[in-house]
């Protein structure tokens, strides 16, 4: 009999599979809240992954603020991004650890080293994710992650502070800024970003708390006045 075996092209068979960026930003904000010790993720350096950087930056607040070692490593093409680069230095500066390496393993996330997230498909990472608790997976996923951190370059310990420019803004945050500068409601904005309210009022609460803003449209105009816009 053929023994099955794990590719990382196609995930094992997994306890959900979730698509659509609504029930994975569900999935983020749960297991954000729930992660007590670790977290382990393997991005790419181009292209979308398993949580825009957008809608992950108020997770990482979140998640580092209780103490929880977040480990993110990147292939080293990363290097050559400005937009990575900045987004490395102000995840550093909320105490995560970054590197780079030249032979990463796949595209994933583990939590805990009991839960692990894998694109359905690691060429076309839109496709959705794999929601995966076998032990033995998750296990092996752990173990290919020490493997290349411990030869991996690190990446954005030169910036201890949120970034000083909107050099590292996303598409999306760019445009959330100019509505909020505009005056938009929550609800317009998640529309025209198509987003939605609830990961929209996220985003808003990342930007305020790094323009330093009291307001919606306090932080529309600080983005205007420091040139991010």
């Known amino acids: 009999m053929r023994s099955a075996s794990f590719s990382p092209k196609a995930p094992p068979a997994a306890d959900a599979v979730l698509t659509g960026s609504g029930p994975l930003m569900g999935f983020f904000e749960r297991v954000a809240a729930g992660t007590s010790a670790e977290c382990l993720a393997v991005l790419p350096a181009g292209g979308r992954t398993l949580i825009a950087p957008a809608a992950a930056r ?13 480990k993110v490593l990147y292939p080293a ?5 400005p937009g990575i680069v900045g987004y490395a ?4 500066g909320l105490g995560v650890s970054v590197r780079t390496a030249a032979a990463p393993p796949p595209t994933m996330m583990v939590f805990d080293r009991r839960l692990a997230l894998l694109p359905l498909v690691q060429e076309d990472r839109t ?7 076998d032990s033995t997976v998750v296990s092996t996923l752990t173990w290919l992650f020490q493997q290349a951190w411990r030869g991996a370059e690190p990446l954005g310990e030169d910036g201890a502070e949120p970034e000083p420019d909107g050099a590292a803004l996303s598409d999306t945050e760019r445009r959330l800024l100019r509505l909020l500068a505009q005056g938009g409601t929550d609800e317009s904005a998640a529309r025209q970003l198509a987003l939605s309210v609830r990961s929209e009022r996220r985003l808003v609460a990342g930007l305020m708390a790094r323009l ?4 919606r449209f306090q932080a529309g105009h600080e983005a205007t006045r420091r040139g991010w816009l």
């Open 127 to 133: 496709r959705g994710a794999a929601q995966v608790t």
């Open 58 to 70: 108020p997770l990482f607040q979140l998640i580092t603020s209780r103490g929880v070692d977040v």
């Open 89 to 92: 230095r102000w995840v550093t």
């Open 77 to 81: 093409a990363a290097r050559l991004d």
């Open 212 to 215: 330093g803003a009291a307001s």
